[in-house]
């Protein structure tokens, strides 16, 4: 592997973290980045599937198969969009809501189980650094063209 200590570092971290979260995520019977999608639903009446895949920068097809997962669970619905037939809008149902509390305890423990041993300050250094990175990243892709999407 070539010297990239920080690169390495991010990739390592972000491995454990999906992985942590993958296992906490199977014991409420959802698959990593469900939890995203309800998040993102939460508090509004409905979202359109295309602004989620933008918002989540996930590839549509995988955010395609997790509503339809979801949907199937009785998470969420899908409907198509009264002002745009091409488009599709997803809403929480109840089942979806009363989810979410337990998926938010689930990111308390995550944030927990990951900060532990930071100060306050140390903490705000890490965001603010790694939001840095993020920017840079971003502004790298956009000069280049490219649309920020992950296929997972």
Do not use: C
């Amino acid at each position: 592997m070539p010297d990239t200590p920080v690169s390495t570092a991010i990739y390592q971290l972000a491995r454990a973290h999906k992985a942590f979260a993958a296992s906490m995520l199977r014991d409420l019977g959802l698959y990593p980045n469900q939890e995203l999608l309800l998040m993102q639903l939460e508090g509004v009446e409905s979202r359109s599937q295309s602004d989620l895949v933008r918002t989540l920068m996930l590839d549509h097809s995988t955010v395609a198969k997790s509503l339809r997962r979801m949907e199937t669970a009785g998470l969420v619905t899908r409907r198509p969009s009264p002002s745009d037939r091409r488009a599709v809008d997803v809403s929480l149902t109840q089942r979806g809501t009363e989810l979410l509390e337990r998926i938010h305890a689930v990111w308390a423990q995550l944030e927990t189980t990951t900060s532990h041993g930071l100060s306050e300050g140390d903490a705000e250094d890490l965001v603010a650094g790694m939001g840095a990175m993020q920017r840079r990243i971003e502004d790298e892709m956009a000069s280049r063209g490219v649309t920020p999407v992950i296929a997972d």
